[in-house]
Structure formats: C-alpha cells, structure tokens
C-alpha cells in the first residue's frame, strides 16, 4: 500500500486521487485537454501556411503557364515571318523577265489567249434564261435588259 502523509496519500496529494484513463497513454483528463488545445491550434496554424504555400505554389506555375504559352506563341510568330521571306528571295522576278522578252520579240509572236468556249450545260442554261426573260418581256414584267442583252451576245459570239 501507498505510504500515508496525514489523510490523503501523495498520489492523491499531487495528481487529485485520479487514476489514468484507459486510452490516454498515461495522461491525467486536465492535462489532456490543454494538450489537446495546443494540437489543434498548431494544426489550424499549419493548415492556413500549408495553404497558403500551395496557393503561392499554384499562382507561380499560372504564371509560368502563360510565359511559356506567350514564348510559343512569338516563336511561331518569327518562324512564321522566317517561312514568308523564305518564299521571295530577292533576284529575278517574272516581271523583268517578261518585259526582256517583249522588247526582244517582234509584235505578234506571243498570241493572245483565246477564252474557252461555253459548254454544252452553259449554252443550255444561257437558253433557259433568255426564253424567261423574252417570256415575262411579253407579259409586260419586268425583266432585266441589260442582263437579257449580255446572254444573247454571249451566245451569238459563241
């Protein structure tokens, strides 16, 4: 048994008389609960840093995003520009030889191009259209002279 100092042992002159709970791991209720105030509020003060951590983390990689996406973006830009001049390298052009060519050659050797005839579909459509117009001319409605005129030339030059 416990040794006697006057009426209460001293077990129960230091820690009240109170066993350890069972789960406490050997921590008396009143310590436990300022233990346990002390975790929570260094968890909150981890939790807000952790946070903001990752929040300065995530605004730094956006960041970065969009650098890398503004590089890409003139990259393709100058080869794009490097692509175009690529394409006209200075020297002779068509032109100036074009222009050699008629001073050396005598009028006439170059002939001129003749435009394609109409097609069989296009004469028929041509038709078509004329018989409309001379149809509603007749009626007394309107119609359109001028396009009336074109097609009858087109025709007949065919």
Do not use: C
């Not at 296009?122 to 074109?150: D, F, H």
């Amino acid at each position: 048994m416990a040794k006697q100092y006057g009426t209460k042992s001293l077990f129960e002159k230091v820690f009240g008389g109170k066993l350890f709970p069972k789960g406490t791991g050997g921590i008396l209720p009143k310590y436990d609960e300022s233990l346990n105030k002390s975790k929570s509020e260094t968890s909150i003060k981890n939790y807000k840093s952790n946070r903001a951590a990752s929040d300065m983390m995530k605004a730094g990689e956006k960041k970065a995003t969009e650098r890398a996406s503004a590089i890409s973006k003139m990259e393709n830009m100058i080869s794009a520009a490097k692509r175009d001049t690529a394409k006209t390298k200075p020297g002779k052009s068509k032109i100036a030889r074009d222009k050699r060519k008629v001073k050396i050659a005598p009028a006439g050797s170059f002939p001129k191009k003749k435009e394609p005839k109409l097609d069989a579909d296009t004469v028929k459509s041509y038709k078509k259209r004329i018989k409309y117009m001379e149809g509603r001319k007749a009626k007394g409605k309107n119609y359109s002279k001028a396009n009336l005129s074109k097609l009858k030339a087109e025709l007949a030059a065919n």
